[in-house]
């Protein structure tokens, strides 16, 4: 079983791949995290949404969570645009459902779209073999 202390597996691609990291607080409530850990699951998470999230390109993505910060690692191809996919992922079905729904548990305006409430981190230090 993957924990914090013995890491996670990440999934590798035959093909070049770029990451994005993005952070969103919840209310400090651990009511409305139980809840918003419950909806995030296998057995929760709306089909519509995760068959959006793929419609768009996005290859893979993670939601780490430490008290009431998350922090989503999101894996798509190089020449994915971020702006277009969102724009796009806006537009399908049942996702301003989820997004007013998840409103409930974020420290973030109702109405807002997914790409306005999670806010990009910047990455200021890497180390790759070379």
Known sequence: METPKTGYQVQSYSVPVKRYCQT???RD??????EYRKRHSQ????????????????????????GTRL????ETPVD?????????????PRQQEWEEYMAIFQQAA?????????????????????
């Open 24 to 26: 969103l607080d919840l």
């Open 43 to 66: 057995a929760e998470a709306w089909p519509e949404i995760l068959a959006g999230i793929r419609e768009v390109g996005i290859l893979e993505m993670e939601i780490y969570i430490l």
């Open 110 to 130: 109702p109405g807002m779209s997914s790409a306005e409430k999670w806010k990009p981190m910047e990455r200021m230090f890497h180390l790759y073999n070379t």
């Open 80 to 92: 994915f645009d971020w702006d277009t996919a969102m724009a796009r992922l806006n537009t399908l």
């Open 29 to 34: 409530s651990p009511e409305l995290i139980a």
């Open 71 to 74: 922090f989503m690692i999101v």
